[in-house]
């Protein structure tokens, strides 16, 4: 079975196991507070151009998420997101079980906009019975979007003035940043992310790491004591040294020369090469994604004959004799995967 349900179905890239197996045997201090996490740190301040950026490493997505918001966040508030959003769809309610409340706003797209949020906030405010209800205190996206769609720079940089504007948090889930980072549609650096928001993230898990992802924290209320809120939420990993060492090798080197985004710019083009190939048989896509996940809508016949080789998603039946599935590739999927796939729905 040759498998594309999804991006962290593999171990961990070459530069990674290659720096894990050389400094296997080394003693460090634990909690993240050896030297490896301290210079995996400083790479990305360097790398977002935000000197005074408090960096955290945990250990998935989930916890990064569920950590932030609720150390962001007063009893009484809740996260402004998308109806698609990976907390409020995904996650378990793992946001809900730490007393906070997803709020959510329709997407398009698997996107909110700032419009959005600013008329959520407004009319939280203008009602007179506000007190009771939760009030927003953050706004969650991620990008890419659980759809495979991006942010642009001024959309992301609307969200961010009127969160500013409305005294809110502004928080990007960045599970799959580096297939955003290195699509060919982004306009977006780290440097803009930390320039707009007050918390996003490096994923690592589905981006090469064996396990990991680097929190990066720009608003000082929200660095402040935020490793507390990391150990009271089973997020500190004693062999912390294993995460700040895996983000030094996939973080090494300059421009395309860097893992990170070499690795996630070969997983984008493979993606597009099974999109073109669905697109040459007539198959809609369900959203425009320049990223790794791709969503055709397939008749059902379709659909069993490539099960019988390739695992994928099914998101549901969209009209009768129909189905949108997900394809979705990653940072180790294999030309001769793609080849074999490509030929196959040629032949369909």
């Not at 210079?39 to 000197?51: K, S």
């Not at 009209?319 to 394809?327: A, N, S």
Request: aromatic share 8%; glycine share 10%.
């Amino acid at each position: 079975m040759i498998r594309f349900e999804c991006d962290y179905g593999e171990g961990a890239a070459a530069p990674v196991l290659e720096a894990l197996c050389r400094t296997n045997l080394e003693q460090t201090p634990g909690y993240g507070e050896d030297f490896y996490c301290e210079q995996a740190r400083d790479r990305i301040r360097a790398l977002c151009d935000a000197p005074d950026a408090e960096v955290q490493f945990l250990v998935g997505a989930t916890q990064a998420n569920f950590t932030v918001i609720d150390a962001a966040l007063k009893p009484w508030q809740g996260v402004l997101c998308p109806d698609s959003g990976h907390i409020h769809v995904h996650e378990t309610g793992a946001v809900e079980a730490t007393g906070h409340k997803c709020l959510t706003l329709p997407g398009h797209d698997g996107k909110i906009t700032a419009a959005q949020v600013q008329a959520a906030v407004e009319a939280h405010w203008a009602n007179p019975t506000h007190e009771h209800e939760v009030q927003p205190g953050m706004v969650y996206i991620s990008n890419p979007t659980e759809w495979g769609t991006l942010y642009t720079k001024s959309e992301l940089t609307e969200l961010s003035r009127v969160c500013r504007a409305c005294g809110i948090y502004l928080f990007v889930d960045g599970a799959r940043m580096g297939y955003g980072l290195a699509s060919q549609t982004n306009d977006l650096t780290l440097k803009d992310y930390a320039a707009l928001c007050d918390a996003f993230y490096l994923g690592g898990t589905k981006c090469g790491a064996l396990f990991g992802e680097a929190l990066v924290l720009t608003h000082p209320a929200l660095a402040k004591d935020f490793r507390y809120a990391i150990k009271q939420h089973g997020g500190m990993l004693a062999k912390g040294r294993l995460l700040g060492l895996q983000f030094l090798a996939l973080l090494g080197g300059d421009g395309e020369a860097i893992p990170y985004l070499a690795l996630t710019k070969k997983a984008d083009a493979q993606a597009m090469r099974i999109r073109d190939a669905f697109a040459a048989k007539g198959c809609a896509m369900a959203y425009d994604s320049p990223t790794n996940q791709q969503f055709p809508i397939l008749p059902d016949v379709w659909v069993q004959a490539l099960e019988g080789k390739y695992s994928f998603s099914h998101m549901g039946a969209v009209e009768p004799g129909h189905t949108l599935v997900r394809f979705c590739t990653s940072w180790a999927t294999r030309d001769e995967d793609v080849d074999a796939l490509v030929a196959d729905i040629a032949a369909l």
